[in-house]
Nanobody, 125 residues
Framework: VQLQASGGGLVQAGGSLRLSCAAS????????ITWFRQAPGKEREFVAY????????NYAGSVKGRFIISRDNVENTVYLQMNSLKPEDTAVYYC???????????????????WGQGTLVTVSS
């Protein structure tokens, strides 16, 4: 499966952005899609995932209550609605896909075979 992330940009603290991850080339509804982010000088960290058929979701504690992950299995796209953005949310955001990762590994970047190219989110204070 090929992934294309988009929607990043510059926003003021307290603002909102919606990221998109468009997929092609695979049975989209069988993949778990996850957003990770990587700030300068830091390791890539888990943000949120959404399972394929069940659409079960999970969020990192730092974004819970502010970000919402959703998917459209007809349009083969996953969205990340980011609200109440903070300067510490500044990072390159990546989407990743896996059909085989087990539940306990879904927050680890090493569990994913397929990655999008990343989209930069900058939140100014």
């Amino acid at each position: 499966v090929q992934l294309q992330a988009s929607g990043g940009g510059l926003v003021q603290a307290g603002g909102s952005l919606r990221l998109s991850c468009a997929a092609s080339g695979g049975a989209f509804n069988t993949y778990t899609i996850t957003w990770f982010r990587q700030a300068p000088g830091k390791e890539r960290e888990f943000v949120a995932y959404i399972r394929g058929r069940s659409r079960a979701t999970n969020y990192a504690g730092s974004v819970k209550g502010r970000f919402i992950i959703s998917r459209d299995n007809v349009e083969n796209t996953v969205y990340l609605q980011m609200n109440s953005l903070k300067p510490e949310d500044t990072a390159v955001y990546y989407c990743a896909a896996s059909r085989t990762a087990i539940l306990s590994s879904l927050s680890s970047p090493t569990a994913y075979n397929y990655w999008g190219q990343g989209t930069l989110v900058t939140v100014s204070s």
